[in-house]
């Protein structure tokens, strides 16, 4: 039937339709990098990875891109200060020092959880040119007005503020605080440029003194310069939806520019009822996370909720997981290891039942990314699959392969190749060097020398050097 999305925009399920046919162009709002990610920061980018995966097995070409907020977030609103350069003072770094870090932690983690790298990472500090020619723009068109060096959009100028949240103006400046800003002419107006106070270390020049963007304009200008007018697809955070994502369509649209046809919202992970946050410190680190769990079943625990839905974290939500996913995996790892050793020819009802899940599985992908669907999908294919084994026969077993590689790491990204080798990793990796040590100690302690150096010399036989210190033996793996 082909993808069909929910479009926060029309508030309905649309045909997924392009512009250009098979061409997509999408752009995912990415972090705001003065922090390390913590597991929320991961949803969004699995969900669109499934989708730019699905839509690059059905032969699109795909521009994805994802930008980098290094300035111009600020911690409350307009009024806060600039979220990198509190925590340059901070870390008593350099600004541009903190966004480098936290960008490269950020993509180090993705990178672990198979989520492919956009085509496109833009930073808005490199991109402060467009964002002035577009504020110019907007003040040409009297959209905007320069009060003391800042620069401010003029929300009343644009009549359709508030179509993506449903939100109305009348109920919004009910609710405004009139005392924000003196130099508005309206609370509701917001910033496209702010004039930077003295001592404030992220500057650039510009015609109304030296600022800063404000932070909605950084993505109007990046999608628009990347992708182009009328591009396909809008995607973030459904907490961005409202003022940043409003904001963007304001901007661009105010400007003359057709701006996104289509808008997709995941929602939050949350821990404790909550939603994960850095403000907060509600939250579970990624780094820690994945350091202490195989990351594809970190990737597998997050799709099993459809992304519109709230996901609230539990470790024994993670455990369960971990079991599932495990048992995908092994029932992929047989059907290649029985390939290789099976008598040639098909098996009939082996076929059947590949024909169903396949159906089944881009049926559900299809209906708005239905990952919770698709992984059923594999469940319910795994009691035929087990049953056909034995007797099944390589033509099949190719095919079933090729299959759960198409399904399961082509479009769900769960499958990378270092995961489908029999290795012992992670956590468990380490109780069982842990365990040989013990043993050696013991047989040191009765001194039985030559099976201590035997079991040394094991280890170092397998890549694991041991050093006895005075604080007890240390092992690392020989790189």
């Not at 048992?327 to 290789?340: I, S, T």
């Not at 006895?468 to 690392?476: A, I, S």
Request: with cysteine.
């Amino acid at each position: 039937m082909g993808l069909v999305i929910y479009d926060t925009l029309q508030r309905r399920k649309v045909p997924f339709e392009p512009a250009v046919p098979g061409h997509a162009g999408i752009y995912v709002c990415g972090p705001t990098v003065y922090a390390d990610p913590h597991l929320g920061h991961a949803r969004g980018p699995i969900v669109y990875d499934v989708l730019r995966r699905y839509l690059l097995h059905q032969g699109y070409k795909v521009r994805f891109v994802s930008n980098i907020t290094d300035v111009g977030h600020l911690t409350e609103d307009e009024e806060g200060e600039d979220k990198i350069l509190k925590r340059a003072k901070l870390e008593r770094l350099e600004p541009m020092e903190v966004a480098e870090k936290y960008t490269w932690s950020y993509f180090d983690a993705l990178k672990a959880l198979n989520v492919l790298r956009p085509s496109i990472a833009p930073r808005a500090s490199g991109h402060i040119p467009e964002m002035l020619e577009l504020t110019e723009r907007l003040l040409a068109l009297g959209h905007a007005y320069e009060r003391k060096g800042s620069v401010y959009f003029r929300v009343r100028s644009f009549p359709e503020y508030g179509k993506l949240s449903g939100k109305r103006l009348e109920e919004l400046r009910a609710g405004a605080r009139v005392e924000v800003r003196e130099e508005k002419e309206d609370p509701l107006d917001f910033a496209l440029w702010k004039a930077a106070e003295p001592g404030h270390l992220m500057r650039w020049k510009s015609p109304w003194g030296e600022g800063y963007p404000g932070w909605h304009i950084e993505c109007t200008a990046m999608s628009l310069k990347y992708l182009g007018e009328g591009f396909d697809l809008h995607a973030g955070g459904i907490d961005l939806q409202f003022p940043h994502h409003e904001c963007e369509i304001a901007q661009a649209e105010a400007a003359g520019f057709r701006f996104a046809r289509h808008w997709m919202h995941h929602n939050h992970v949350l821990l404790q009822g909550e939603k994960m946050a850095k403000s907060t410190g509600n939250l579970v680190l990624l780094h820690d996370l994945l350091k202490a769990h195989e990351p594809m079943a970190v990737r597998f625990y997050l799709l099993q909720t459809h992304y519109r839905s709230p996901m609230d974290f539990t470790w024994e939500g993670l455990e369960g997981a971990k079991k599932g996913y495990g048992r995908l995996l092994h029932a992929y790892r047989e059907v290649r290891a029985r390939r290789k050793a099976a008598p040639p020819g098909a098996t009939p009802e082996l076929e059947r039942a590949l024909d169903a899940l396949e159906k089944a599985f881009m049926e559900a992908i299809e209906d708005d990314l239905s990952t919770p669907e698709a992984l059923a999908a594999l469940f319910g294919f795994l009691p035929e699959l087990n049953r056909l084994l034995p007797e099944a026969k390589a033509e099949s077993l190719a095919r079933a392969e090729a299959l759960l590689h198409t399904l399961g790491e082509g479009i769900l990204g769960l499958f990378p190749e270092r995961v489908l080798e029999e290795k012992v990793s992670g956590p468990l990796l380490e109780d069982l060097i842990a365990l040989l040590l013990e043993l050696r100690e013991e047989a040191r302690r009765a001194k039985d020398y030559a099976k201590s150096d035997l079991i040394r010399e094991r280890l170092k036989a397998l890549g694991v050097v041991v050093e006895d210190t005075k604080e007890g033996p240390r092992w690392r793996l020989e790189r």
